[in-house]
């Protein structure tokens, strides 16, 4: 069975830290490039950071960058974004997704959520 599978979400203060792991089974996740989206509540879904499945190239949202760190474990099969200082704005459900290169991410994770008190 193809799929996606965020762990790692919770309610934090404010200057937390998290990570998120995102898991994959049924597909080869080396061959793909993975992104983290999120949906911060009551706004649409927005573009967090990726990781390109060769040389491991990332780039990232302004909102996170320099606070948030993806990474790759090929072996794994798995996905990690590491989330440092985190701020109240950074609330949201957060979702993982792959996607060949060059194509848009067609297999997406369910999501797990992520509360940042202040």
């Known amino acids: 069975q193809v799929q996606l599978v965020e762990t790692g979400g919770g309610l934090v203060q404010a200057g937390a830290s998290l990570r998120l792991s995102c898991a994959a089974s049924g597909f080869t996740l080396s061959t793909y490039t993975v992104g983290w989206f999120r949906r911060p509540p009551g706004k649409d879904r927005e573009f967090v950071a990726k990781?390109?499945?060769?040389?491991?190239?990332?780039s990232y949202a302004d909102s996170v960058k320099g606070r948030f760190t993806i990474s790759r474990d090929n072996a794994k099969k798995t996905v990690y974004l590491q989330m440092n200082s985190l701020l109240p704005e950074d609330t949201a459900v957060y979702y993982c997704a792959a996607g060949l290169y060059g194509a848009p991410f067609t297999r997406w994770g369910q999501g797990t959520q992520v509360t940042v008190s202040s």
């Open positions: 990781i390109m499945s060769s040389a491991g190239s990332t």
